[in-house]
């Protein structure tokens, strides 16, 4: 893409500061780190599980502003970022996701919670945690340790699964078991017998003592996944706690679990915000697949539209084409007059050039946006393109 913005020339734009009235045109959207830190965009529950894939909530903050929908659709919720941003703005909502875990770190982000006995229940399954992995008076009740699982017999060391299946054994007892199931896919995130600089993308279990590229050192294989259950424990109830502060309760969230190509959706969406998963990149099932194995959730990665694994050939491109206009094609039987579509996307193949004229819309606006830092090994630069069209074809 021939595009290479020059940062001194305008200000940045603060999201706080967009309004209806402001121009497409004068967003400014190429933050740097220093413009806007990792923190800040982690905020409270966005980071309250690692996902790969996710575009920035202050995106997503923008064009809610500047829209100011009733209800908006992320029809791609993955993580929740579109939803959790309407719910701080007091707008109402609605997700859809192929990913039963998507679904559930989306649902825990944006639930109601009563804080007191959320904290109580975080505080004393870690309690009833430690006293059964020392012996203690929980001993009995506790679910039997045989391991079917061939994954997580392979990416755990014995020490640490068990304490990840303790864990697992206690949720039936609480109320808030979405919250302790995110936590305990958390954990054992970081608990895999991986290398510490290959949490993303581990290539096979790591057994052996190794030079670590992030510490500069040799480390060990981690054995124990309790320090991570209590770490991450406490980390999820502040971040809740933040978030209930700030988010409008008459806010309405809901979470679809199923594919965008046939779901459902509610009537009277005036704004679908949305960044698709890119063809070939991502298999997203497949990168929380501890969370499957040890939640027993549902296997859905067949359905998932431009994964990783059918790479990105010319035939992968135009069937993701096909699917993608399957699922706007959909929600064209939910949309209000006038609404609008605001896609986030990596298009460096030109694949959304001719979707908007096959499917009825108008093309508003196109916005070139400059993505110059990552986290972790991720840290190349690119552009995404940020794409504004209106549905004029009634509701």
Same mark, same amino acid.
């Given at each position: 893409?021939?595009?290479?913005?020059?940062?001194?020339?305008?200000?940045? =734009?603060?999201?706080?500061?967009?309004?209806?009235?402001?121009?497409?045109?004068?967003?400014?959207?190429?933050?740097?780190?220093?413009?806007?830190?990792?923190?800040?965009?982690? +905020?409270?529950v966005?980071?309250?599980? $690692?996902?790969?894939? *996710?575009? @920035?909530?202050?995106?997503?903050?923008?064009?809610?502003?500047?829209?100011?929908?009733?209800?908006?659709?992320?029809?791609?919720?993955?993580?929740?970022? =579109?939803?959790?941003?309407?719910?701080?703005?007091?707008?109402?909502?609605?997700g859809?996701?192929?990913?039963?875990?998507?679904?559930?770190?989306?649902?825990?982000?944006?639930?109601?919670?009563?804080?007191?006995?959320?904290?109580?229940?975080?505080?004393?399954? !870690?309690? *009833?945690?430690?006293?059964q992995?020392?012996?203690?008076?929980?001993?009995?009740?506790?679910?039997?340790?045989?391991?079917? #699982?061939?994954?997580?017999?392979?990416?755990?060391?014995?020490?640490?699964?068990?304490?990840?299946?303790?864990?697992?054994?206690? @949720?039936?007892?609480?109320?808030?078991? &979405?919250?302790?199931?995110?936590?305990?896919?958390? #954990?054992?995130?970081?608990?895999? !017998?991986?290398?510490?600089?290959?949490? &993303?993308? %581990?290539?096979? $279990?790591?057994?052996? $003592?190794?030079?670590?590229?992030?510490?500069?050192?040799?480390?060990?294989?981690?054995? &124990? /996944?309790?320090?991570?259950?209590?770490?991450?424990?406490?980390?999820?109830?502040?971040? @809740?706690?933040?978030?209930?502060? @700030?988010?409008?309760?008459?806010?309405?969230?809901?979470?679809?679990?199923?594919?965008?190509?046939?779901?459902?959706?509610p009537?009277?969406? &005036?704004l679908?915000?949305?960044? %698709?998963?890119?063809?070939?990149?991502?298999?997203?099932?497949?990168?929380?697949?501890?969370?499957?194995? !040890?939640?027993? !959730?549902?296997?859905?990665?067949?359905?998932?539209?431009? $994964?990783?694994?059918?790479?990105?050939?010319?035939?992968?491109?135009? /069937?993701?084409?096909?699917?993608?206009?399957?699922?706007l094609?959909?929600?064209?039987?939910?949309?209000?007059?006038?609404?609008?579509?605001?896609?986030?996307?990596?298009?460096?193949?030109?694949?959304?050039?001719?979707?908007?004229a096959?499917?009825?819309?108008?093309?508003?606006?196109?916005?070139?946006?400059?993505?110059?830092?990552?986290?972790?090994?991720?840290g190349?630069e690119?552009?995404? #393109?940020?794409?504004?069209? +209106?549905?004029?074809?009634?509701?």
């Amino acid at each position: 893409m021939a595009y290479n913005p020059v940062y001194t020339l305008s200000t940045l =734009t603060v999201p706080a500061t967009v309004s209806p009235d402001t121009a497409l045109s004068s967003l400014n959207l190429n933050w740097r780190e220093q413009d806007l830190p990792e923190r800040e965009r982690t +905020k409270h529950v966005h980071r309250l599980h $690692p996902y790969l894939g *996710k575009f @920035i909530p202050q995106i997503a903050e923008i064009f809610l502003r500047k829209f100011t929908p009733r209800l908006v659709c992320d029809p791609f919720c993955g993580s929740g970022t =579109t939803l959790v941003e309407a719910a701080a703005l007091g707008i109402d909502s609605v997700g859809c996701d192929i990913s039963e875990f998507n679904c559930l770190l989306t649902r825990v982000k944006v639930a109601r919670y009563n804080i007191d006995l959320l904290e109580r229940e975080i505080k004393d399954i !870690l309690t *009833k945690l430690n006293l059964q992995l020392t012996g203690g008076l929980f001993a009995s009740g506790i679910e039997d340790m045989q391991v079917q #699982s061939e994954y997580l017999k392979a990416w755990f060391h014995p020490q640490a699964l068990h304490q990840l299946l303790t864990y697992r054994g206690l @949720i039936s007892e609480y109320q808030y078991q &979405d919250v302790l199931k995110v936590i305990l896919s958390r #954990s054992a995130r970081s608990a895999r !017998l991986v290398p510490h600089y290959e949490l &993303d993308w %581990p290539k096979k $279990p790591q057994t052996e $003592p190794y030079y670590c590229y992030k510490h500069s050192r040799i480390c060990q294989p981690t054995d &124990d /996944a309790l320090q991570f259950l209590n770490r991450y424990s406490l980390d999820t109830l502040e971040r @809740i706690k933040e978030f209930n502060a @700030i988010r409008v309760n008459s806010a309405s969230a809901q979470v679809l679990l199923g594919d965008a190509r046939v779901v459902a959706f509610p009537a009277g969406i &005036d704004l679908v915000l949305t960044s %698709p998963p890119y063809v070939g990149i991502i298999d997203y099932h497949e990168q929380h697949r501890y969370a499957y194995e !040890l939640l027993g !959730l549902s296997w859905r990665a067949q359905n998932e539209i431009g $994964p990783a694994c059918k790479g990105s050939s010319k035939s992968a491109q135009s /069937a993701y084409v096909g699917q993608i206009a399957d699922v706007l094609e959909n929600l064209k039987r939910s949309l209000t007059p006038d609404a609008t579509i605001v896609i986030i996307v990596n298009d460096k193949y030109g694949l959304y050039d001719r979707l908007p004229a096959q499917l009825g819309f108008v093309v508003e606006d196109k916005l070139d946006r400059h993505v110059n830092r990552r986290t972790g090994m991720r840290g190349n630069e690119f552009y995404e #393109s940020i794409l504004v069209w +209106k549905w004029l074809g009634g509701g």
